[in-house]
């Protein structure tokens, strides 16, 4: 059984930085891909960043430049280090795996204030 816990959320002005973390618990750590997803309020759960095992990234067009998805495979940790934050990123972030699982964690708040 898979878990996934996010931590690392807040409010932060417009500019600000963040990092959110995510511990994964279970097997598939180290054999799939990962990925940080987001749902704004009212909206649907989109893919923002996406690290494949040997550690390839890729982002959408909206956060490329400003986030960075890290992964520690010693610690079953996936990271999101999220800079230049702007009001639009506001939203709740979850891992999971790419492509997801039927289980996702509780997800952490990020709110960016203007």
């Known amino acids: 059984q898979v878990q996934l816990v996010e931590s690392g959320g807040g409010l932060v002005q417009a500019g600000g930085s963040l990092r959110l973390s995510c511990v994964v618990s279970?097997?598939?750590?180290?054999?799939?891909?990962l990925g940080w997803y987001r749902q704004a309020p009212g909206k649907q759960r989109n893919l923002v960043a996406t690290?494949?095992?040997?550690?390839?990234?890729n982002y959408v067009d909206s956060v490329k430049g400003r986030f960075t998805i890290s992964r520690d495979n010693a610690k079953n940790t996936v990271y999101l280090q999220m800079t230049s934050l702007k009001p639009e990123d506001t939203a709740v972030y979850y891992c999971?795996?790419?492509?997801?699982?039927?289980?996702w964690g509780q997800g952490t708040q990020v709110t960016v204030s203007s």
């Open positions: 999971q795996f790419v492509p997801a699982l039927r289980d």
């Open positions: 279970g097997r598939l750590f180290n054999f799939r891909a």
């Open positions: 690290i494949t095992i040997s550690g390839n990234t």
